[in-house]
């Protein structure tokens, strides 16, 4: 049990950075961390986190890449994954 808490503690210290940065700002180091988590969450058998992780990495990516890329995706996944980390901390 104490790995989930470190790694949900790991997750919500990579959203909060991600949210203090500036989710526009978001860059290819950030996803290459986000998609560890991801394999983090695969590892626990967290599969609906990892959906929602992989599409946010999806997005992420999209919006790295492209310069006119839609930002609005990008934010509804990261709301997502905050709001299900957020739900996960309370049930624990």
Same mark, same amino acid.
């Given at each position: ?16 950075? %991600?949210?203090? &940065? ?8 950030? +996803? *290459?961390? #986000? ?22 990495? %999806?997005?992420? &990516? ?8 839609? +930002? *609005?995706? #990008? ?18």
């Amino acid at each position: 049990m104490e790995h989930i808490q470190s790694y949900t503690d790991k997750l919500t210290d990579w959203l909060e950075r %991600i949210l203090l &940065k500036g989710i526009n700002k978001i860059d290819t180091k950030d +996803m *290459e961390e #986000l998609e560890s988590l991801q394999e983090s969450a695969l590892g626990y058998e967290m599969s609906f986190l990892a959906q929602l992780l992989a599409e946010l990495a %999806i997005h992420g &990516k999209s919006y790295t890449r492209a310069a006119q890329a839609e +930002m *609005e995706p #990008l934010i509804v996944r990261y709301l997502y994954v905050a709001q299900y980390v957020h739900m996960m901390k309370q049930s624990a």
